[in-house]
């Protein structure tokens, strides 16, 4: 399971024209999941996304997490994080897992944010999205577990 976080101060998608998902201050969560991936690994990156400390404090240092601030979370299914251009210009997606498998898992990764306490919104898994993103510092964070 891969994960780029990108602090915001606000996220939307937008799928065919209309925006189907928005946040306030927080995270946008772009998430990719291979075939080994699986609930409890969800689950780890939920709690620990949860917990990340990289909100600024009263003396602007990172030291408060998404759930210090009651910040959101907008989960953006993302099966390019899979990509290999090991060998030449067209990215190969074979190491994602199935579509079937991604959904599903990409579907508990956001309600285990819910249970974690974070508010969360989701992208729509298989569609053309247009993201915008707001990003605040900016401060983008690679997770892989």
Do not use: C, W
């Amino acid at each position: 399971m891969k994960a780029v976080l990108q602090r915001v101060r606000e996220g939307s998608v937008a799928v065919e024209g209309e925006e189907i998902a928005a946040v306030g201050k927080g995270l946008v969560i772009l998430v990719g999941i291979g075939p080994e991936d699986d609930q409890p690994a969800a689950e780890r990156m939920a709690a620990q996304i949860a917990a990340l400390r990289i909100f600024e404090d009263d003396r602007g240092k990172m030291n408060l997490s998404l759930l210090d601030i009651q910040g959101e979370a907008l989960v953006v299914p993302q099966f390019t994080l899979y990509a290999d251009t090991s060998r030449g210009n067209r990215p190969s997606f074979t190491g994602a897992a199935p579509p079937e498998q991604a959904r599903a898992l990409v579907d508990y990764f956001a309600d285990a944010l819910e249970e974690q306490g974070v508010i969360t919104r989701q992208g729509e898994f298989g569609a053309h999205m247009l993201v915008s993103i707001l990003n605040d510092g900016p401060v983008t964070i690679q997770l892989q577990g």
